[in-house]
């Protein structure tokens, strides 16, 4: 019985390293995808760094580099309390199974003497001679039989528990070891953060000295945005129309589908959540909706999509299947690419050189153009946004793990 209950407390701590793995397996996806955010926000920033970015795209730059930053030193912390609580558990074990083990070996060194005793087999045969009973004797073969089992059983417990003695030592050793480099590089981590944010303490000083400046700047590039979103709107209207002519329909502000087109639009829905990226990779950095500006508060940020900032010459690609319904030039944001998914479009704005053309037929992450870079910013940036009609939508609702 005894043995049996040493088999399931192994199991058991296997099952509970297991869970911990899994678990620390989660915070090691977690870091890796922080880090490569924040190896692309640095790369993003290396591409932009000589071109005389003004303040404020410096200090948005920081922002961004620091909440990653913030984040992954969360996420270290998470990971190195997980450790300490898995050191502390399986050092707890350790103790229990020396003790455990000591015993077995003691109990099995006193079986060991008295078989010794008993090994010859003129005593075996005494033993036996000196029954009362035919019966007698019989049990006495039996107790010479499970009395050999019995100690064959301890000697495989002792080895059993040694195993597990050593896996847990292993254990421990590896947890220790990885604390160590977690906790090593998380001191880096702050490092980098604490001169980022004195480096973004400078910045902002600078720009509150000029802050009537930078809110006529920002005003005018709120000015253009709005300029930009309503020509999109036209351009949208301007697509139903020419789409419904087609099948006979004079709607103008929703599409008239067939079933071809329902069925289309039915499976974009059903992908909510689900589509991929526009670009290869990149960071959002402006999101959907009315915000005011992080830094200068009274001016109110508007945003009908999500700016995206990507590598340079980075490519912008369809986050579903569809038809190109449209290609417009705007002024100060080069090519648009309009694609249409039912009644669902996708909207590729700020494109400088396009791979495609208008009734195109196009798959899911088929390449569409080159992205553009953004004057104001000197960053490679594209305005994505979505549409049900005229109605607009959230991307980050839409993209995963947008």
Known sequence: MKYLQYILVFFMICASQQVFAQTRGELEAKRQAIQQEIDEINKIIRTTES???????????????????????QVNNQEANLLTREITSNANKIDRFRNELKQLKDDYEQMIQKSYRSKSNKSRIMFLFSSESFLQAYKRIQY?????????????????????????NSTLFEQRRDQEKILAENRQTKSRLVSD??????????????????????????KEVSRIDREIDRLIREAIAIENKKVGSDAKATFKLTPEAKALAKDFANNKGKLPWPVKSGIVSMRFGERPHPIVKTIKIMSNGVRIDTEKNG???AVFEGEVSQISKIPGANVVVMVRHGDYLSIYNNLQRVFVKSGDKVERGEELGEIGINSSSGKTTLIFQLFKNTSKLNPEQWIYKM
């Not at 920081?62 to 990653?68: E, N």
């Not at 010479?144 to 847990?168: C, D, H, S, W």
């Not at 480096?199 to 009537?212: A, V």
Request: no cysteine; proline share 0%; charged share 30%.
């Open 315 to 317: 490519i912008a690609r």
């Open 197 to 222: 944010k004195n480096t973004q303490e400078q910045l902002l000083t600078s720009i509150n000295k000029q802050k009537k400046k930078y809110a006529q700047e920002l005003n005018q590039k709120q």
């Open 144 to 168: 010479m039989k499970q009395f050999a089992q019995y100690r064959k059983k301890q000697g495989v417990e002792v080895m059993a528990q040694t195993k597990t003695l050593q896996n847990l």
């Open 51 to 73: 071109k005389g970015r003004s303040a404020l795209s410096e200090f948005e730059d920081l922002q961004y580099r620091i909440k990653a930053t913030e984040r992954l030193i």
